[in-house]
């Protein structure tokens, strides 16, 4: 069973940066597609961003050109590095280790971390 494990969330001031980092177990990460998703209170959990073996990634409107997805298969790691975070990426960050739909969509497992706190605020 794949486990995930969520680093890097705190209390950033608008405008600054955070990168999150997440560990994933077992021997097939080099092969699944990876993604990041958050939940703000009050809201539904939303992709934010995902990259595949081939690292070709993939972002929400709301993030292009600020957050940036990578990953290191020799690691087992996946990262989000977020610049000029705003208020409105105030959310739980979830990575997720998934696959590709028959529409080329990102399709998530049940598998999911604990979860890393980002709050941007003044």
């Known amino acids: 069973q794949v486990q995930l494990v969520e680093s890097g969330g705190g209390l950033v001031q608008p405008g600054g940066s955070l990168t999150l980092s997440c560990i994933v177990s077992?021997?097939?990460?080099?092969?699944?597609?990876m993604a990041w998703y958050r939940q703000a209170p009050g809201k539904q959990r939303e992709l934010v961003a995902d990259i595949n073996h081939r690292f070709t990634s993939k972002y929400a409107d709301s993030v292009k050109g600020r957050f940036t997805i990578d990953r290191d298969n020799a690691k087992n790691t996946v990262y989000l590095q977020m610049n000029d975070l705003k208020p409105e990426d105030t959310a739980v960050y979830y990575c997720?280790?998934?696959?590709?739909?028959?529409?080329?969509?990102?399709?998530?497992?049940?598998?999911w971390g604990q979860g890393a706190q980002v709050t941007v605020s003044s």
């Open positions: 077992g021997s097939l990460f080099g092969v699944r597609r």
């Open positions: 997720n280790a998934g696959q590709s739909s028959s529409s080329g969509d990102y399709y998530p497992s049940d598998a």
